[in-house]
């Protein structure tokens, strides 16, 4: 086989079982925790940790990633990973109070949500010497596409499993699923395409310890995925308030049809990614990726739109799963060429700090969209079209102001 061929297949098989452990494994926290709890506090506590983990540390893994090598931290922070879920195996069989026990797991969660920031920011500064540039995209969709079948299938998995063997045996399965992407991880070569970005280490040798606001004024594509991370997420956040409301207590959709949209934009991901991974590199993937945020933001609009205007319940169906399924597909083509983009163009040796620090400004974003979601959702028809509105404007501005100028991928 060929060796990049390896490597991409070794690195997705990783994120596969990483992704459905770790789908699986939350899903069933907030069961256990939604379940055994008489107060909503403590599952909103399991759900405001990332956020806040990205917050403040984003910057200290990102300096961390830069100084020491990648395969490495990796590995540790799985074998770390390893030890936090066992011992959180013995503690719940302690026999303390179920508040000792709720206090145990956001403890426990604390410490996954802080390896699972070192290993997707150390992954992320890693792809650049996994394969050539012209693969990278491969490499990228290939892993959308693992992801998205995990988002579809693992919290279904994870709540039979949780519902059938309960929650020791979760955690059991847990460690399995992270020891396994601990060895795959061992096997991917983290130096096997260095020769292919000589240069960029070469042109910043001298800049390792620039801080991201003296990285973000010399780059404008930099400024602008940032940007577009922190803005768009903030109306995705929006809409995954609205449009469930909107589904459920408007338009009166049955808990089936509610699944099936969901499901829709999973497959709607799942054909994106599969696309991209047979395609070849895309040569302008700023624009590209500029456009399929304006197709998410017409979707938002559109699901406003069917709300307000009088079709029957059939047709406001056919209308969610179509539109879904073109959202799902939009999400995909927007995510991946630029993050193929920016792990070509990025300096290596300042890749850590640069994407901890997109990974951290983006999980912030998503409770302030939550919060502003709430507020507004008893109306949520309005909600989605105003946001679908400003989330055009919004996308258009950056794209013109710090996005049109980005040159292509060699």
Sequence with gaps: MDKFKRQIYLATSASLISGFGNGMFSFAIDLYVLRESSSPL????????????????????????????????????????????????????????????????????????????????????????????????????????????????SPALGASIYSLLGMHNMISIRIVTVLMSLILISMIDFSAAANDVIDAKEKVTKQTNLKIHEILKGNRVLLYAIIMSIGVNIFLAISNIALPFLMVHILKFTNGQYGLQQTMVGVGSILAGAFLSMGKNISKPVRVSMIAMINISISLMIFGITGIVNISHLFSLVVFLTVSTIMGA??????????????????????????????GASQIAMPVGTIIGTVFVYSPFILLIISGVLMAVFVTFNYLKNGRSVAKIS
């Excluded at 403590?42 to 540390?57: D, R």
């Excluded at 993050?339 to 640069?354: D, R």
């Design 42 to 153: 403590w599952f909103a506590g399991t759900q405001i940790i990332s956020p806040l983990i990205a917050f403040f540390l984003s910057r200290k893994v990102g300096d961390l990633i830069d100084k020491y090598p990648h395969k490495k931290i990796l590995s540790l922070a799985y074998i770390a990973e390893i030890i936090v879920t066992l011992s959180y195996f013995f503690l719940l069989q302690l026999k303390v109070s179920m508040t000792v026990k709720f206090l145990m797991t956001l403890v426990v969660l604390v410490f996954l949500n802080i390896f699972n920031l070192v290993e997707q920011s150390s992954y992320q500064a890693s792809v650049i010497n996994l394969v050539p540039k012209d693969r990278i995209q491969k490499l990228n969709s290939m892993q959308r596409l693992a992801a998205s079948c995990s988002q579809i299938f």
């Design 330 to 359: 939009s999400l995909v083509a927007m995510e991946i060429p630029m993050s193929t983009y920016m792990q070509a163009s990025v300096p290596k040796n300042i890749q850590g700090k640069v994407f901890s620090f997109v990974f």
